[in-house]
């Protein structure tokens, strides 16, 4: 039951996007398309599953074991960091439209708060390997569902030629990110 609310806690109720602000760098620079929207979701999910897997383990089997837990922070960032050059790698070598696309927004992920912050979330509430991955895999599907709802919106306002024009572009993005963010604290009544 444990693992339900996690998954569920992690999608809707806290997303981090849309309930805790993180991530909202690349979550307003890529959304401009669903294509582009779709990649970074899957590349947030990868980095932050592997990211939640790798943080523990090296909290758990080295910080602890040499009483150096408070270079958790150093820690996680270089898993990070490491896990990132990685996927760029990974997109550069396969895709390399999207990789174009993508732009200074894939390195960004490194820096993105949200990849840091489910690993120090995992730390802090106790959670076992399972829990910490499963917590780390239902928060990046957060923030995926949260990019791709955002990139469908943006291109059917972006289709619309009655958008007055000083909401065009940037400031439309801002209010509908706001709108997504109301209707989803519908959702924090669900879980007690």
């Not at 806290?14 to 398309?33: H, W």
């Not at 150093?74 to 174009?100: D, S």
């Not at 439309?172 to 997504?180: H, K």
Request: net charge positive.
């Amino acid at each position: 039951m444990k693992i339900f609310y996690i998954i569920l806690g992690s999608i809707l109720v806290n997303n981090f996007v849309l309930s805790r602000f993180l991530g909202i760098c690349s979550f307003l620079g890529v959304s401009k398309r669903t294509d582009t929207a779709f990649g970074m979701g899957l590349a947030v999910t990868f980095v932050m599953a592997l990211a939640s897997f790798i943080s523990y383990i090296v909290f758990h089997w080295i910080l602890v074991p040499l009483h150096i837990e408070y270079l958790y922070t150093l820690a996680f960032i270089v898993v990070i960091a490491a896990l990132v050059q990685f996927v760029e790698m990974v997109i550069r070598k396969t895709n390399i439209g999207l990789y174009k696309a993508l732009g200074i927004y894939l390195p960004l992920i490194t820096t993105n708060c949200a990849v840091l912050a489910v690993a120090v979330i995992n730390m802090n509430e106790g959670y076992n390997l399972i829990e910490s991955v499963i917590n780390g895999i239902s928060a990046a599907l957060g923030y995926f569902l949260a990019i791709c709802l955002l990139a469908g919106i943006r291109g059917r306002i972006d289709n619309n030629e009655k958008m007055p024009t000083a909401l065009r572009g940037f400031p439309i993005s801002l209010v509908t990110a706001g709108l997504m963010s109301i209707a989803f604290l519908g959702f924090q009544g669900l879980l007690k």
